[in-house]
């Protein structure tokens, strides 16, 4: 399982980390990463962060900005997000895969597990 938590209401130029808690299965043998949906939009990409060695992977939109890392004692998965901006307002969904390729890390369909989103909104 997997829960996401830390979302809120920021102004832009603000900060908020996210922080997603797995439960029940090894932490450290799933690649993990982060997803948003806006309203109306389709669920994109953010970052991701692979197991065995923790290769990291951005959106464009978030690079430079945003920063992602793992504890895997804690079981724990974080998101750090700096200067955000309104655009960067959607739900936050944490995802994980066990064997998820680099080349399909940025499309959700091949992610296997999803927790519940935390809404992240951003006010000018």
């Known amino acids: 399982q997997l829960q996401a938590y830390g979302g809120g209401l920021v102004q832009a130029g603000g900060s908020l980390r996210l922080s997603c808690a797995a439960s029940g299965r090894t932490f450290r043998d799933y690649t993990v990463g982060w997803f948003r949906q806006a309203p109306g939009k389709e669920r994109d990409f953010v970052a991701a962060?692979?197991?065995?060695?923790?290769?990291?992977f951005y959106a464009e939109s978030v690079k430079g900005r945003f920063t992602i890392s793992r504890d895997n004692a804690k079981n724990t998965l974080y998101l750090q997000m700096n200067s955000l901006e309104p655009e960067d307002t959607a739900v936050y969904y944490c995802?994980?895969?066990?064997?998820?390729?680099?080349?399909?890390?940025?499309?959700?369909?091949?992610?296997?597990?999803w927790g519940p989103g935390t809404q992240v909104t951003v006010s000018s």
């Open positions: 962060i692979k197991r065995y060695g923790g290769s990291t």
């Open positions: 995802a994980a895969d066990a064997n998820i390729i680099n080349s399909s890390i940025r499309n959700s369909a091949y992610w296997d597990y």
